[in-house]
Nanobody, 123 residues
Framework: VQLQASGGGLVQPGGSLRLSCAASGKRLRINDMAWHRQGPGRQRELVALISSGGSTNYADSVKGRFTISRDNAKSTTYLQMNSLKPEDTAVYYC??????????????????WGQGTQVTVSS
């Protein structure tokens, strides 16, 4: 299972960014997908989560500003971030809970993390 994240960068306060994270692998089913972040001197925190059925949860700090979505056909999740604030500066990590079957039809479940993408909000 591989996760490839993209879309980070430098943006001014009040600006927007869109992160993407694509999962790939053989005989793969993706369940929950989520975005976490870790800011300078802070612990990693959950930002947003989306189930395979489309149910979503958000951290209070991003409600009304961030939107998580997914394209199940592409095994991809997106995080649209609007009205960005300096305190949103962090490395953003995507995560995916997965199920796949080995060549001998053995089920394997787990959580895969992406490589992290830097988001910097600064004027």
């Amino acid at each position: 299972v591989q996760l490839q994240a993209s879309g980070g960068g430098l943006v001014q306060p009040g600006g927007s960014l869109r992160l993407s994270c694509a999962a790939s692998g053989k005989r793969l089913r993706i369940n929950d997908m989520a975005w976490h972040r870790q800011g300078p001197g802070r612990q990693r925190e959950l930002v947003a989560l989306i189930s395979s059925g489309g149910s979503t949860n958000y951290a209070d700090s991003v409600k009304g500003r961030f939107t998580i979505s997914r394209d199940n056909a592409k095994s991809t999740t997106y995080l649209q971030m609007n009205s960005l604030k300096p305190e949103d500066t962090a490395v953003y990590y995507c995560a995916a809970d997965y199920l796949y079957y080995t060549d001998s039809d053995e089920p394997v479940v787990g959580r895969k993390w992406g490589q992290g993408t830097q988001v910097t909000v600064s004027s």
